[in-house]
């Protein structure tokens, strides 16, 4: 067995050796290393600060006094909530090292405080825009690197700067004492220090400066309070001085496992994609840094060494043990089919399979009601939250594709191709009660009520139909005909002479005979049918998805039949079970990969709470690039 703390040391040093090997420098040097405590003496005081946050349920940040979209108060004064990426960060890391109960103290500090404020005790932890600049390493203990920010530019509109040389003997603002001020001078610029925006906002508005020095994340966040900063805009000059950024704690003995802790929190935030997601709720744009730090850490932690399984007569012959599936039932039928293929080979094993829809299956998978959940669309933000909440890791494991297949009554014979726009047409919610005949979705269509029917709001297939289609999270017509089960919105279909359904691709393809599909056009504009080949290389677009089983790693590691049931679903050999269904399955190096994040216990999402809608799976785990269809497969409408 490996200490957890000793995992965190090697997966961190996966990491710095994968970065050095990357195409950027993410940290300087194994924060791991700062301070030494080999003495016994030490190691008897290791525990203490750790242990007093949990004793206590507490942990006190500081962070930046006022700088969106890191860290400012909601509603503008003093007394409000605080809010930003840094502060999500610091909710994350008070969950994972405390739990549930944890409760955490935010302690607004200037630039200029913040590790006089750190060193006198008065708070546990800084997360607030601090640089790793080696002058500071040698004064406080920092964690990993979980940003990385330069400096830009914020100028008045009506400023025309081309590079920073025109900046040479004028005069630049930054907030507090900058540790870019050294640099911005030897550039030749004159450098006036503002005390916070506000008085920046100042400064520039009596042009007193040129232009304000921030990081590029923070100019982006002040822009978008287009009020107060309505007549300024991002000069898009290169960045300057990319520094990364950690969390800082006291250089002490007492502090190691703390820091630790921490970092094996960070790793973790960083492998779940939390960083990714939570730059797009605050409209930070994306960082390949940010990205990249994703990246490497799934792979250290799918590189981490593991225990070596020792078979046992009890695990070769599993009985009384129960893994219950439940979620999406777009991919019920496929979950069953295996499940009972398990329980003949197991025959002591019982598994039970529900179709509750993919919103609740979610739900039960995070409060730890079930163990497995198949899932038509991945783990977005919300269910992610919860999950956090409720300290439930999940390993996520892409088995198959899928298309969702728009299909009409065969008496529908004008009807072969739809553009997207016409589905949004007929399935925005301004639609409801006012698009119900064909001819109002084409001039050409038929003189024909249209009769919708489809999955519930709540089902994986409704949702990721509406998000390709409306985009976002746009809400669709509330008058079609609801039906839990797919077999019923066939039944639909085929009563309606004007009957159109919203159906898997297996639904569809078990009742071909009965059913006309509808090519529907994509990207390049071509009209394209879904079929294994179409979903398989990405052409069928953007109605075509990945499918997944979201494993509980708690049951993965407590419950053997657990363990032996995700194995089973993403075995080679159930391949052609898979295929049987009308999906494709994930085959080759990228089985293998998904195999992988399996037997190495990944956790976390590919898709960083996001869409994946336009995402190509093999991108998501080989970075290779999909082909187009061939012109011959291709079918104009």
């Not at 540790?179 to 610029?189: D, N």
């Not at 940010?290 to 007569?313: D, F, N, S, Y």
């Amino acid at each position: 067995m490996i200490p957890k703390f000793l995992k965190a040391v090697v997966l961190i040093a996966a990491i710095a050796t994968l970065t050095a090997c990357g195409k950027s420098k993410t940290q300087s040097g194994s924060p791991i290393a700062q301070g030494d405590t080999s003495t016994a003496e030490g190691e008897a005081e290791v525990k203490n600060t750790l242990d007093r946050i949990k004793e206590e349920s507490k942990l006190i940040v500081g962070i930046s006094e006022n700088y969106p979209p890191f860290s400012f108060p909601e509603g503008g004064d003093e007394d409000s909530a605080n809010q930003g990426l840094e502060i999500d960060i610091a909710r994350y890391l008070a969950l994972e090292l405390i739990g549930e109960e944890a409760s955490i103290e935010f302690v607004p500090i200037t630039q200029a405080e913040r590790l006089e404020k750190l060193e006198s005790g008065e708070v546990d932890i800084l997360i607030a825009t601090l640089s790793q600049t080696e002058e500071r390493k040698q004064q406080i203990a920092f964690s990993e690197a979980y940003y990385s920010s330069g400096v830009g530019l914020l100028v008045p509109k009506e400023s025309d700067f081309k590079a920073w040389g025109d900046l040479k003997e004028q005069t630049v603002c930054v907030v507090g004492s900058s540790v870019y001020r050294e640099e911005l001078e030897k550039l030749g610029m004159e450098i006036l220090e503002t005390e916070d925006f506000d008085a920046m906002s100042a400064a520039l508005g009596n042009r007193k400066c040129a232009g304000g020095a921030l990081e590029e994340a923070a100019i982006a966040g002040l822009l978008l309070d287009s009020d107060w900063w309505r007549d300024y805009k991002n000069s898009k000059l290169p960045t300057l001085f990319p520094t990364p950024w950690g969390m800082g704690m006291r250089r002490s003995p007492e502090s190691e496992s703390f820091l630790e802790a921490v970092n094996l929190a960070i790793l973790q935030m960083e492998a779940e994609g939390f960083i990714v997601a939570k730059e797009k709720e605050w409209n930070i744009p994306p960082t390949d840094y940010v990205k990249e730090r994703m990246e490497l850490a799934q792979l250290a932690i799918a590189a981490q060494p593991q225990e070596e399984e020792t078979e046992t007569e009890e695990e070769s012959f599993l009985s009384g043990y129960l893994a219950i599936a439940d979620g999406s039932s777009s991919v019920l039928p496929v979950t069953l089919a295996l499940a009972e293929t398990f329980e003949e080979v197991n025959k002591g094993v019982r598994v039970g399979v529900g179709g509750t829809g993919i919103t609740k299956g979610f739900e039960q998978l995070c409060n730890g009601e079930i163990d497995i959940v198949p899932a038509a669309r991945p783990i977005n933000e919300e269910e992610m939250q919860l999950c956090r909440k409720k300290r439930l890791r999940y390993v996520e494991l892409p088995f198959a594709f899928d298309g969702i297949a728009v299909v009409v009554n065969p008496k529908n014979t004008r009807a072969t191709c739809l553009k997207r726009s016409e589905l949004q047409k007929i399935w925005e919610a301004e639609a409801t009660g006012t698009v119900d005949n064909w001819n109002k979705v084409r001039e050409d269509f038929a003189d024909s009520p249209l009769v919708l029917s489809g999955p519930p709001i709540d089902s994986g297939t409704l949702e990721y139909f509406l998000e390709a289609i409306l985009g976002g999270d746009a809400e669709g017509r509330a008058d079609y005909d609801v039906q839990e089960d797919e077999t019923l919105i066939v039944q639909s279909v085929t009563a309606e002479e004007g009957g159109l359904g919203i159906v898997s691709i297996s639904t569809y393809e078990e009742n071909k005979e009965v059913l006309k599909v509808l090519q529907i056009e994509n990207e390049a504009g071509k009209c394209v049918a879904p079929n294994r080949k179409t979903i398989d290389n990405g052409t069928y677009s953007p109605l075509a998805r990945p499918l997944f089983f979201y494993v509980s790693k708690q049951a993965l590691e407590e419950n053997p039949a657990v363990k032996e049931l995700a194995k089973f679903f993403v075995d080679p050999e159930n391949q052609p079970a898979i295929a049987r269904f009308g999906y494709v399955p994930v085959t080759g190096d990228l089985l293998e990969k998904v195999r992988t994040r399996l037997s190495n216990g990944v956790t976390g999402t590919l898709f960083a709470g996001g869409s994946a809608v336009g995402v190509n799976l093999s991108n998501k785990l080989l970075g290779a690039q999909t082909t187009e269809v061939p012109e011959d497969e291709q079918k104009e409408g």
